[in-house]
């Protein structure tokens, strides 16, 4: 059973920077494509970013592309996102999730594990 566990989040002004990360416990988060996610109040679960299993090819949603980066750390068993220049918008609960699939797109229904999630707010 994979299980994962994001950290990292809290609450920063616009501009600022965070970066999330996410754990696995029962896992080898190489061998999964990690994707994050984000939902604010009131709407849908958006996909933000993932990383591949295959060879860590990346893929970010338009609206944080520039500013957000997804890696990996193998020697951790992490995956961080780390995010710059914070808009209000970007506040949101953030989950991580894993794939089976080697390049999955930005859509939930394509992962198989998903975190809990952790808050991030952007305000002033």
């Known amino acids: 059973q994979v299980q994962l566990e994001e950290s990292g989040g809290g609450l920063v002004q616009p501009g600022g920077s965070l970066t999330l990360s996410c754990a696995a416990s029962?896992?080898?988060?190489?061998?999964?494509?990690i994707g994050w996610f984000r939902q604010a109040p009131g709407k849908e679960r958006e996909g933000v970013s993932r990383?591949?299993?295959?060879?860590?090819?990346?893929r970010y949603a338009g609206s944080v592309k520039g500013r957000f980066t997804i890696s990996r750390d193998s020697a951790k068993n992490t995956v961080s996102l780390q995010m710059n220049s914070l808009k209000p918008e970007d506040t949101a609960v953030y989950y991580c999730?894993?794939?089976?699939?080697?390049?999955?797109?930005?859509?939930?229904?394509?992962?198989?594990?998903w975190g809990q999630g952790t808050q991030v707010t952007v305000s002033s």
């Open positions: 999730a894993a794939a089976w699939l080697p390049t999955p797109n930005l859509n939930s229904y394509e992962y198989d594990y």
């Open positions: 029962g896992a080898t988060l190489d061998h999964y494509a």
């Open positions: 990383i591949s299993s295959s060879d860590s090819s990346t």
